[in-house]
RNA sequence: CGGGGUGUAGCAUAAUGGUAGUGUACACGGUUUGGGACCGUGCGGCCGGAGUUCGAUUCUCCGCUCCCCGACCA
């Protein structure tokens, strides 16, 4: 893509009305737009980056065997009425309007009840089971207050996962398959040496729920953790948990500031049986279904990320989710020649499905190197004048800081694979 | 929702009871060209309502907004 041709402009200060690194950064390097406190646009390079996170996500959802759907935003209110959680006094996020035509609506700030109640048209024999489903949704919850950037949001995407069960055995089977899966996300997202499987709150239905928190400075959770056994409890239950059974000591555990990037609970039998999701099992019986759900939230990934390996020049992306690999900064483009020569190497790397952002803005080389600090691609090639004369283009790893001289056969053989 | 703060141009900021200055961005001209260059010219602004006042961007009140702390957080 051409930088001259993309829609995208940077900023060199940090607008005043965001305190968060995230936020700061995201829409100072031209990533997202605040419409309102805890809603943001989604700029092109942002998309890119939501695409490649969701597609991640995705790829592992399908190894775990589930499938995709796309759920409405509009519910009922009378599906929600019947698990007694209409009433804003239990869900204080709500988002209800009227209808015109009478009655009223809730916008979603979850799929369970609708799902749930969906399934019943897809399951009525042991037969059916197990089964499950999952989507990429935008979720509306209207927070008392919005926080943190795009950490807490008012509207916000998340993968949310419904899985429905025979049996206790079937459904243990998946919730561990599920939290397999979801470790693979974290490791390919990036931050898999950072993201814990967490001992927390399980609400009404069990005692514990699995949060996947990573440790991020600017994170909301505070999780006791002990890196070398891999074990971490969320400071919300760590009086609730046997720490004898789960093999470490008070001393071990360390309070750790993380942000929760996934969720799974199990509902056991309860919810199911409040939707009226039965099934019929080979003694005959009409029993309810075992159901788990399952969250990963997509754009807060996007800032945790952005946290996590953010330096002081700008935001520094894993190669998994950068917007594009490669950052082609051109220089001294006015001569022809040199034009020419970059807009070569520019055809060269797209041809072999090597993705480049290509600077070819008329702008000088400060200007130049400063946005492409600040928007992060993991490698940035710079071609130039000097680099025509002695044949090389210079390559410099994000990350490290590395710098290579190499010859456009170099180049190709390093990025093409 | 409780507490604290905030609101001036696309963005960042300054001053002021007498209608507002600077940087940046943008447009034009010129000089520049490996780490956000320089000169000149130009465009563009006081959150909303009420009150006080001869006069309010400035003071008072109300509302809204955004940020932070807390509470909340399947």
Redesign the pocket.
């Known amino acids: 893509m051409r930088q001259t041709k993309f829609f995208t402009k940077?900023?060199?200060?940090?607008?005043?009305?965001?305190?968060?690194k995230n936020a700061q950064l995201l829409i100072r390097a031209g990533y997202i737009h605040k419409e309102?406190?805890?809603a943001y646009q989604l700029l092109p390079l942002g998309l890119i980056v939501i695409q490649k996170i969701k597609q991640i996500v995705r790829e592992e959802m399908t190894v775990l065997g589930t499938n995709e759907l796309l759920a409405t935003n509009l519910q009922r209110k009378e599906l929600w009425e019947r698990t007694a959680r209409w009433d804003d006094k239990v869900v204080?996020v709500w988002f209800k309007s009227e209808l015109k035509a009478g009655g009223e609506v809730g916008l979603a700030w979850?799929h369970?009840e609708p799902i749930a109640d969906m399934m019943k048209n897809h399951i009525s024999s042991y037969k059916d089971l197990p089964t499950a489903v999952y989507q990429f949704q935008n979720k509306l919850r209207n927070?008392?207050?919005?926080?943190?950037g795009i950490m807490r949001g008012r509207e916000f995407i998340m993968k949310d996962a419904y899985s429905f069960s025979a049996t206790e055995e079937q459904h243990e089977a998946f919730y561990e398959a599920s939290k397999v899966a979801y470790s693979k996300c974290f490791e390919r997202l990036g931050i898999g040496d950072d993201t814990y499987v967490t001992f927390a709150?399980g609400?009404?239905?069990t005692e514990f729920s699995h949060e996947f928190q990573t440790v991020c400075e600017s994170g909301?959770d505070v999780t006791y953790l002990c890196k070398e056994k891999g074990i971490a409890i969320n400071e919300e239950v760590l009086k609730k948990a046997d720490l004898e059974e789960l093999g470490v000591t008070r001393d071990e555990l360390v309070a750790t500031k993380t942000a929760e990037v996934g969720?799974i609970?199990n509902?056991g039998r309860q919810?199911a049986e409040e939707v009226g999701l039965f099934f019929k099992d080979k003694e005959c019986e009409r029993v309810p279904v075992w159901m788990g759900?399952y969250g990963i939230g997509i754009t807060r990934l996007m800032g945790v990320i952005v946290e996590k390996f953010a330096d002081d020049?700008g935001i520094v992306w894993p190669e998994s989710v950068a917007p594009y690999k490669v950052h082609l900064v051109g220089?001294?483009l006015?001569d022809d020649e040199i034009r020419d020569w970059v807009d070569g190497i520019y055809s060269a790397l797209t041809k072999r499905g090597v993705s480049v952002l290509f600077d070819d803005r008329d702008a000088?080389?400060?200007?130049k190197?400063?946005?492409s600090?600040?928007i992060g691609l993991p490698y940035r090639i710079?071609a130039?004048r000097?680099?025509k004369e002695s044949g090389a283009f210079?390559v410099?790893t994000r990350a490290t800081g590395e710098v290579r001289s190499l010859t456009e056969e170099e180049v190709l053989a390093d990025f093409v694979k």
């Open positions: 940077t900023q060199k200060e940090a607008p005043a009305d965001e305190q968060a309102m406190a805890g204080d979850s369970e927070e008392l207050r919005a926080k943190s709150a609400g009404a239905f909301e969720n609970f509902f919810k759900s020049k220089l001294n006015e000088r080389p400060g200007e190197f400063a946005d600090d600040l710079v130039s000097k680099g210079e410099v």
